[in-house]
């Protein structure tokens, strides 16, 4: 069904996790904004520069290199895609660069995910002044994500047991109410957290 | 509660009439049929709900204008742990709402240290509470309420769907808390073993109120009401 | 289209990242100063639920699948305030976990993906539906879908990444099919909740 990859697991008793997560979060950016700025006389010693800090990053971290190639291999039908019409124009170094600033910037966001806990992130938002009611959505959205996820699939696959006779169009109207029944379930457990949230003290003031 | 009465819209009345004491300190199971309003009634308690009569904490009573106060000097457990756990860490979780108490960082700390030592939580309070089981999530719950330190503690079903050995675990908790506590349960021999008190709760209202032994050994008054004798009595 | 980090060049990027911040920023303060806690749940859960949606892979004829977006249904159901911060949350959350998107260009695909179908689709339903729901539902979703993909189209012209002259006429087919796919889901779970629930779409827009 969904492949629901939530970060790898025991994230926390990494060495990198110990850096304080504004901070990585700064680097992660900092990373990024080089990488889209970059000219192409800098290529060769961005590249390797942050090939051997992210390799040093995977390994002290004992990040699965798989899990890292996996993460990349995503991107390349985009990248093919853009080659494919400015192939003549960029060339080969022009191509070369573009691969490079395409796979690393996924690779620094993996990395980034991937030494940091998800409160850790949160909190790193928090620090950037991010609304506090995003990041306290963005916390319950987090939390609930997989049990939301885990009813879709008990649904999906009742569904799917019981139609294999539908054709297309009437597969997709019950999608729609089995979304709908998810959706209600979704509305319901709110309401319940509303309460349980109300009983906590919680009226409401995010300051 | 006195002359409490309560219908959801469209709906006969769950109760009418209801009044119940409970005196502090008092363990008090509440035990009916499914449908009955058991975990109504402690909605309305909570100010979550809105009935006719007087609900009264300690002295104070509760309305519409000062039920957030009143709230703060009670703690729910709700029956699905799931809906109450929803931040990011077991610490976040247990010090949801101690804010509005005014305590310093380091007074919430030690008072999350100490109430999920008092429920054996002994798991690394900086991960989420997704991975815990069952009997480990109702705990931390258990947790959460305990760390409000409110004279009045509200359950609904906390037994349920659990393990014999989460059941213990949770049991031994509970026992270990001296605040007064309102019980909602269809676990028949948590009320015979745990409670001083047993209200058995049927259509429209209460039907029968007093010790576990004088209530629950009737056995054509339980089977009335969709029950029966629960097991510690039956074995003598 | 959720863009990568690393396709856009930098003036773009600041420019998308800026109006998106802009936005999530004005809908964050209107929600909180209305001070509903029962809606903090609502749109944690809501953020949760449409990640799930975004997520569910939807076979089409062809052996492909393909996803729905959802956001403008989310729009009539919760109003375009709240849509708005649910859908940030659930790009963010999939530019973290699944890298499907960046940081950086999470500007530009909050704005083709999430901001310009809330307030397009919400204002289209608003002045359709006293006709037939289904119409109204169906012709925002097509036009917020397609006005998105243009959108997406500009953006990745504008960075020299694809030529406008190519990327239109694809984004918008793509979009547009799935528009079609889009509608009959969503069609059948807005059903779904007037038959079973319809006291929602009355109270919950915001």
């Known amino acids: ?207 | 509660m006195k002359d409490l009465s309560f219908a959801y819209p469209g709906n006969e009345p769950v109760f009418k009439g209801f009044s119940l004491a409970v005196g502090k300190g008092e363990t008090c199971g509440l035990i009916g049929a499914n449908g009955t309003g058991k975990s109504t009634l402690l909605l309305l308690i909570c100010g979550l709900l809105q009935g006719h009569g007087e609900i009264c904490l300690e002295g104070q009573v509760l309305e519409k204008a000062n039920a957030a106060a009143f709230r703060r000097r009670l703690s729910m457990v709700f029956q699905n742990p799931d809906d109450q756990l929803f931040m990011p860490t077991i610490f976040e979780d247990v010090a949801f709402g101690l804010d509005q108490f005014g305590w310093d960082e380091e007074t919430v700390r030690r008072t999350v240290r100490t109430s999920l030592d008092g429920v054996g939580i002994t798991v690394d309070w900086s991960q989420s509470s997704q991975q815990l089981s069952l009997g480990q999530k109702k705990r931390v719950c258990l947790a959460a309420a305990l760390a409000r330190n409110a004279p009045l503690m509200l359950l609904d079903e906390p037994t349920n769907e659990l393990d014999p050995k989460g059941r213990r675990e949770l049991l031994r908790s509970l026992d270990d808390i001296d605040a007064t506590k309102l019980i909602v349960t269809h676990d028949l021999d948590l009320v015979a073993t745990h409670c001083d008190r047993v209200c058995l709760l049927g259509r429209g209202g209460m039907i029968a109120e007093g010790k576990p032994t004088e209530i629950m050994t009737q056995e054509a008054l339980m089977e009335a009401h969709d029950l029966e004798v629960p097991l510690t009595f039956k074995m003598g | ?206």
């Open chain 1, 1 to 207: 069904m969904i492949p629901l990859e939530l970060q790898p697991h025991s994230v926390a008793s990494r060495p990198l996790a110990t850096v304080k997560s504004p901070t990585k979060l700064a680097m992660a950016l900092g990373s990024l904004l080089l990488l889209a700025m970059m000219p192409a006389t800098w290529l060769p010693s961005v590249s390797i520069g942050l090939g051997l800090v992210y390799m040093v990053i995977v390994v002290l971290n004992r990040i699965s290199v798989l899990f890292l190639l996996k993460r990349i291999v995503c991107v390349i039908p985009f990248v093919l895609c853009i080659l494919f019409f400015h192939y003549k124009s960029m060339g080969l170094q022009g191509s070369f660069h573009f691969l490079i600033r395409s796979t690393f910037s996924v690779a620094t966001l993996v990395l980034f995910t991937a030494t940091t806990p998800f409160p850790q992130i949160l909190s790193s938002l928090k620090a950037f002044r991010v609304p506090h009611l995003f990041v306290l959505v963005l916390a319950l959205a987090y939390r609930y994500m997989a049990l939301v996820q885990s009813e879709l699939s008990n649904m999906h696959r009742s569904v799917t047991l019981r139609t294999s006779h539908l054709g297309h169009f009437e597969r997709w109207r019950l999608y729609g109410r089995m979304m709908g029944s998810l959706f209600l379930k979704a509305f319901d457990r709110s309401e319940r957290v509303h309460h349980a949230m109300l009983c906590r003290g919680f009226h409401g003031d995010l300051n």
């Open chain 3, 1 to 206: 289209m959720h863009i990568p980090d690393g396709f856009l060049n930098v003036p773009t990027l600041i420019v998308t990242q800026t109006v998106a911040i802009g936005c999530i920023g004005v809908s964050a303060k209107k929600i909180q100063s209305s001070l509903d806690v029962r809606r903090i749940p609502l749109l944690g859960l809501g953020a949760a639920f449409l990640f799930c949606l975004q997520l569910f892979s939807v076979p089409v004829p062809g052996g492909t699948s393909v996803h729905v977006s959802g956001v403008v249904l989310l729009a009539v159901l919760l109003g375009p305030h709240s849509v708005i911060v649910i859908g940030a949350c659930s790009l963010a959350l999939q530019a973290l976990l699944f890298q499907h998107g960046g940081i950086l260009s999470f500007g530009a695909n909050f704005l083709t993906i999430t901001l310009l179908p809330a307030w397009i689709g919400s204002w289209i339903y608003g002045k359709l539906n006293a006709s037939s729901r289904i119409v109204a539902l169906s012709t925002a979703i097509l036009v917020g879908k397609i006005l998105g993909a243009a959108l997406c189209a500009s953006i990745l012209a504008v960075s020299s990444m694809v030529p406008f002259e190519v990327g239109l006429p694809a984004m918008v087919l793509a979009n547009g099919l799935g528009a079609i796919l889009e509608s009959v889901i969503c069609v059948g779970l807005l059903s779904f909740i007037l038959t079973h629930r319809p006291v929602i779409l009355e109270g919950t827009r915001q």
